[in-house]
């Protein structure tokens, strides 16, 4: 006799904020009475519109409602789970021994192909090949850069138990895998990824490996053409606003099916067109419909940033994934298609007016880097938040790009000279704000950029 879905549904919503589901309990309220393994099932099926999750113990509950803070401690390594997959799919088009001989040498071409056009800025078609030699590629080092951007996220409080979530350009599933490793298992994850090529194969492959309460659609759709189903609260756009026509249009496009209070959440790599293209496509919509939450801030009113934009975060490199070192050692230069290093761009929108850094200067004591030049030879006190790591070689004064959403050209923080009292410059994380008294502002000839010069007279505080 088949299950009364609909009985179990309604039994479902009455109980769900009284007590924990169990399906053995439940079952009583069906007609028929159907085995609990029948009611577990359709409450797995149904989880997501339920807003449930499945515990430990076989029993459902609402999750939680406060924010997400799970612990996080960095990235060191694509999980093996993962890597099994690939190597999966790696044997099932080309035998056990794929890395070797021609299919090796074939796909080691493929992955020099797409570098080099990615590289000339050429349209990437991607066929399996392809996506199997991003997934060799570039896995690991999307599943570890998502996470430094959700741990913002999260600690900001940005991050609910409950997400319905759409990856525009899902690709292979670095963001995605990225995602649900670093939420906690008591999260609900309703995912819908845009992802028309051949990724979208290993992609679901890769899905077949999340959490019990994370529940996948794969559209097979470009993100111009999806047309999206309800609201999202986080909305992932990774390695793809530099690939569509109009990535902007695109943005806009979505900014509808956000939730009042949810995230566009932007991602690219670090080299200059890509990073500076994000930034680009994040100030063609910002106040159109968006708010730039972070990382890059907006700290003096009616200001906006013109100059280029190139900002990018760099965290510790992860360990070489068993499939990317055995293509690799195959080869006459390993070191070609060893890619571990964590370096990317990034940007967070919002529909709510909120911003990272909630402050509004004004100039009556403090230097708008966009005003420099009237400054320059002289001492200044200023507001900016720190946008790269150490930019400098190991035995050149460190340089750090800095930021308070006014400047019309590039501007840096050189540290000539550390002591006790300018050591905050160091110490900020990337997006952090520091409060820089008495830095002397110098033009850059060789770098067309203003230099803030940190020595024994100025005081560099985090804010």
């Not at 190991?394 to 009292?421: E, H, I, K, M, W």
Request: net charge negative; glycine share 6%.
């Amino acid at each position: 006799m088949p299950v009364d879905r609909g009985a179990v549904r309604d039994a479902a919503k009455y109980l769900r904020g009284v007590r924990p589901l169990d399906p053995a309990a439940l079952r009583e309220y069906v007609p028929g009475q159907p085995h609990e393994a029948v009611v577990r099932q359709v409450l797995r099926e149904q989880a997501a519109d339920l807003g449930i999750i499945e515990r430990a113990d076989g029993t459902f509950v609402v999750p939680p409602e406060e924010p997400v803070g799970p612990p996080f401690n960095g990235v060191t390594a694509l999980p093996e789970r993962y890597e099994r997959v690939v190597e999966a799919e790696l044997t099932a088009a080309y035998g056990p021994d794929w890395h070797r001989v021609d299919t090796g040498d074939s796909l080691r071409e493929t992955i020099r192909r797409f570098k080099d056009d990615y590289y000339r800025r050429n349209p990437v078609e991607y066929d399996r090949e392809v996506a199997l030699g991003y997934a060799v590629y570039h896995l690991a080092g999307y599943y570890a850069a998502v996470q430094y951007v959700l741990a913002g996220l999260a600690r900001d409080g940005l991050l609910g138990h409950d997400l319905r979530v759409l990856d525009l350009g899902a690709g292979v599933g670095g963001p995605a895998v990225g995602l649900f490793d670093f939420l906690p298992d008591e999260a609900l994850v309703e995912y819908h990824a845009v992802e028309p090529s051949a990724a979208a194969d290993v992609l679901d492959a890769l899905l077949a490996e999340t959490p019990r309460n994370v529940h996948t659609t794969i559209h097979r759709e470009t993100a111009e053409s999806f047309q999206p189903a309800g609201e999202y609260d986080l909305v992932l756009a990774c390695s793809v606003l530099s690939e569509l026509d109009d990535a902007a249009s695109v943005l806009r496009k979505y900014a509808d099916a956000m939730a009042a209070d949810g995230t566009a959440l932007a991602l690219a790599p670090a080299d200059k067109h890509t990073s500076t293209h994000l930034r680009a496509v994040e100030r063609a919509v910002e106040d159109d419909p968006f708010t730039v939450y972070g990382p890059t801030p907006r700290l003096w009113p009616d200001r906006r940033p013109t100059d280029s934009g190139w900002s990018f975060d760099e965290r510790p490199a992860v360990e070489v994934p068993a499939v990317q070192s055995r293509l690799a050692d195959a080869s006459q230069d390993p070191g070609e298609f060893r890619h571990t290093d964590v370096r990317f761009s990034y940007s967070l929108l919002r529909r709510d007016d909120r911003r990272r850094h909630a402050v509004e200067l004004s100039g009556d004591r403090l230097l708008a880097l966009g005003d420099a030049d009237d400054r320059v030879t002289d001492r200044a006190d200023l507001l900016v938040a720190k946008l790269s790591r150490n930019l400098a070689g190991a035995d050149a004064n460190p340089v750090f790009r800095v930021s308070d959403g006014s400047q019309t050209t590039d501007c840096y923080a050189v540290l000539v000279r550390p002591t006790s009292l300018n050591g905050g410059i160091e110490a900020a994380d990337y997006g952090d704000l520091v409060s820089i008294e008495d830095a002397l502002v110098l033009w850059n000839d060789d770098e067309d950029a203003y230099n803030l010069v940190v020595d024994e007279e100025t005081v560099v505080d985090a804010v």
